[in-house]
């Protein structure tokens, strides 16, 4: 489009950058026509292996089979540390930045690895073999990532949970895998604010009979119950353990970790990450995405908790012996200022965060940001969801003072890394675009009717080939795999998102076309919300759609319909929240409650979303036809009193 903006590459930049235009082409072009020659390079550049793989690749996506580098292997933290020790032993691996801006860390490679080799040991001593399965719940701490990492170094496939989550969910997340193990902390600090991890456990636990130990990290020391036998003190159990610990050879193809997230339907599904493809993908995409140089301080605001977290705040970053900044705290506290304040207090080089924070802190004003000088930044980034151009421009001009390059990086839980983003020395920026797509990536855009569309066309995103970082299965149900993302189109992964290509090959993600709605960048199932809404006794039917919200990109709209004789209140409202919190978490609690008599149908039954939708956005000319609808008068009643 002739009247879109179009930031070239700043010639500093691209002079110091790692790839430059010409050379994202001609490795680009490589990567497709020589994929397996391609990515065998990359796995003996970016990862040290014990033994060589026998294959490169072996893919049938249609049945669901993908293995790379099988054959070969590897210890993914002896990748992230113990290779690192002879050259950058006393440099920083961590630096840690608590909610409360008097509390600062440094942890050396070193010193990290001395953590983790103490833990693996633990761990080992409770009965951890490789294969099984430890959850974590854990602050943005050290010991988070020490956690992970222990787990790695001995074999162990990780569940990492997400401190907002409620006790329900992690209830059924430590179900669901069969972890026999917890690591935790005795509460967490957000905003000020005390999360009580350990008290959240305990009652997770009461319907987890398997789950033999709970280690516990001492970290605002508030006063827990304590189950003897069971629980153990992360500290204690530390200072009395070994230090050494052999790294335990994993097979390319071995389980790393297992992640949950919300799809359109039923449970949260165990996303199942291997060693060697994973390791190699993050480690690649970390360096070119973020154009990482030794000496660098990266910083990712993500929560280990997600995606991101495992793969740019953990995985990629250590693998290439860079230095990682982990934030306890939120964007917010204890002012608008503090991302900018801590960037100047770290001297941070690479900043990546979430449009949901930039737009918040953006209507804070450029005061805030005024006021420090963020003359260390280089690069920014984004992730989670579109980020619309007006809060692009903002980051670019206020925040980066018109100097430093946005990349939009588009991946999912999913996709283990990065896929389509801009190289930030290689490609001009459009905002709003995740540009073009990395090595190995192959994008399509198809119609309904499973025709590719070539050229400039709308239509839904889907990858033609694996990469070495996909997933590999649904834990324990490799089916849901199959059908959740390769049946669609048949020999393709359907990623569930909607995108544009425009006439330079850029491609716009225009959001999901599915039941999965991004609230501030989490990612949640309309179904999970509907179930949680449901057990509530006075509910006897409801249904949730995703409306646009200024903040949170999206904002959650519950249309429910109580059971005769129950009459709405907003007591009753207070009482479907709080179900909703207990069930899943704050953070999937309904902006809007709108009570409705009926829902609109059709007339075998099936609730129309579409017409849900188009209420919640208020985009009541939209509509369209309801005379189908077993009772078309249920529309009007509905927008009548929209929430
Ligand atoms: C959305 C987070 C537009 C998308 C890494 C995807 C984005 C979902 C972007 C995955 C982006 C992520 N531009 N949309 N740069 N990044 N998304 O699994 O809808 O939490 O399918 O992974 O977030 O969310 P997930």
């Given at each position: 489009m002739s009247d879109e903006k179009i930031y070239p590459v700043p010639a500093d930049f691209a002079a110091r950058a790692h790839l430059k235009a010409a050379d994202y082409e001609a490795l680009y072009a490589r990567s497709l026509a020589d994929r397996d020659g391609f990515w065998a390079e990359q796995a003996g550049r970016f990862v040290s292996w014990f033994e060589p793989w026998r294959t490169v690749c072996e893919e049938d996506l249609a049945a669901g089979h993908i293995r790379w580098?099988?054959?070969?292997?590897?210890?993914?933290?002896?990748?992230?540390?113990?290779?690192?020790?002879?050259?950058?032993?006393?440099?920083?691996?961590?630096?840690?930045?608590?909610?409360?801006?008097?509390?600062?860390?440094?942890?050396?490679?070193?010193?990290?690895?001395?953590?983790?080799?103490?833990?693996?040991?633990?761990?080992?001593?409770?009965?951890?073999?490789?294969?099984?399965?430890?959850?974590?719940?854990?602050?943005?701490?050290?010991?988070?990532?020490?956690?992970?990492?222990?787990?790695?170094?001995?074999?162990?496939?990780?569940?990492?949970?997400?401190?907002?989550?409620?006790?329900?969910?992690?209830?059924?997340?430590?179900?669901?895998?069969?972890?026999?193990?917890?690591?935790?902390?005795?509460?967490?600090?957000?905003?000020?604010?005390?999360?009580?991890?350990?008290?959240?456990?305990?009652?997770?636990?009461?319907?987890?009979?398997?789950?033999h130990t709970v280690l516990v990290y001492r970290h605002t020391g508030a006063d827990i119950a304590w189950q003897d036998g069971?629980?153990?003190?992360?500290?204690?159990?530390?200072?009395?353990?070994?230090a050494d610990c052999p790294a335990e050879p994993m097979d390319a193809e071995d389980p790393l970790f297992i992640l949950y997230t919300s799809g359109s339907t039923g449970k949260p599904k165990g996303v199942l990450h291997t060693t060697g493809g994973y390791l190699t993908y993050v480690a690649l995409t970390h360096k070119y995405v973020f154009d990482y140089h030794d000496g660098d301080v990266y910083w990712c605001t993500a929560d280990v908790g997600w995606v991101t977290g495992h793969s740019y705040i953990v995985y990629g970053p250590l693998a290439n012996g860079a230095t990682s900044l982990v934030f306890e705290g939120v964007p917010t506290h204890p002012t608008p200022a503090r991302f900018w304040e801590v960037i100047d207090k770290h001297q941070v080089n690479i900043f990546y965060t979430a449009p949901t924070a930039i737009r918040a802190l953006m209507r804070a004003g450029d005061g805030p940001v005024l006021g420090t000088s963020r003359k260390s930044l280089r690069l920014l980034g984004s992730v989670g969801e579109p980020i619309n151009p007006e809060a692009w421009e903002w980051y670019h001009r206020v925040v980066g003072e018109g100097r430093c390059p946005i990349v939009d990086t588009w991946w999912q839980t999913e996709t283990g890394g990065i896929l389509i983003s801009?190289?930030?020395?290689?490609?001009?920026?459009?905002?709003?675009?995740?540009?073009?797509?990395?090595?190995?990536?192959?994008?399509?855009?198809?119609?309904?009717?499973?025709?590719?569309?070539?050229?400039?066309?709308?239509?839904?995103?889907?990858?033609?080939?694996?990469?070495?970082?996909?997933?590999?299965?649904?834990?324990?149900?490799?089916?849901?795999?199959?059908?959740?993302?390769?049946?669609?189109?048949?020999g393709y992964y359907f990623t569930g998102d909607g995108c544009r290509r425009d006439e330079d090959g850029y491609y716009w993600i225009?959001?999901?076309?599915?039941?999965?709605?991004?609230?501030?960048?989490?990612?949640?199932?309309?179904?999970?919300?509907?179930?949680?809404?449901?057990?509530?006794?006075?509910?006897?039917?409801?249904?949730?759609?995703?409306?646009?919200?200024?903040?949170?990109?999206?904002?959650?709209?519950?249309?429910?319909?109580?059971?005769?004789?129950?009459?709405?209140?907003?007591?009753?409202?207070?009482?479907?929240?709080?179900?909703?919190?207990?069930?899943?978490?704050?953070?999937?609690?309904?902006d809007v409650i709108q009570w409705a008599p009926g829902l609109p149908k059709t007339r075998s039954g099936k609730i129309m979303r579409r017409i849900l939708r188009k209420i919640a956005e208020n985009d009541l000319a939209s509509i369209g036809d309801t005379t189908t609808l077993a009772d078309p008068t249920v529309v009007e009643e509905l927008v009548a009193n929209r929430g």
């Open positions: 580098f099988a054959g070969g292997k590897l210890n993914v933290a002896w990748n992230c540390l113990d290779r690192h020790l002879a050259t950058r032993g006393e440099q920083t691996a961590l630096i840690w930045e608590g909610d409360d801006p008097a509390f600062a860390r440094h942890v050396t490679y070193r010193e990290l690895h001395d953590e983790v080799c103490r833990l693996a040991n633990v761990l080992k001593t409770r009965g951890v073999k490789k294969g099984d399965r430890v959850c974590i719940y854990m602050p943005m701490i050290p010991a988070a990532v020490a956690a992970m990492l222990a787990c790695a170094r001995i074999g162990a496939v990780h569940s990492v949970v997400f401190g907002g989550f409620s006790p329900e969910s992690i209830k059924s997340r430590i179900l669901d895998s069969d972890c026999r193990v917890v690591i935790t902390a005795d509460q967490g600090l957000r905003g000020g604010k005390a999360i009580p991890l350990k008290a959240n456990v305990d009652q997770a636990l009461e319907g987890c009979p398997n789950v069971r629980d153990g003190w992360y500290q204690d159990l530390l200072a009395s353990a070994s801009p190289l930030p020395g290689a490609t001009a920026l459009k905002p709003g675009s995740a540009t073009k797509p990395l090595f190995g990536i192959e994008p399509a855009l198809m119609d309904a009717d499973g025709n590719e569309l070539p050229g400039a066309a709308s239509g839904n995103l889907v990858l033609k080939r694996s990469w070495p970082g996909m997933m590999r299965s649904v834990y324990g149900d490799h089916q849901r795999f199959i059908d959740t993302y390769l049946k669609a189109y048949p225009t959001g999901r076309v599915d039941d999965v709605i991004n609230v501030s960048g989490h990612r949640l199932g309309t179904a999970e919300i509907e179930s949680a809404l449901v057990l509530h006794p006075a509910v006897a039917e409801a249904a949730v759609v995703g409306y646009p919200h200024e903040i949170k990109g999206q904002g959650i709209y519950a249309f429910v319909t109580l059971m005769a004789g129950r009459e709405p209140t907003p007591a009753l409202r207070d009482e479907l929240l709080a179900t909703v919190r207990k069930e899943i978490g704050a953070i999937a609690s309904p």
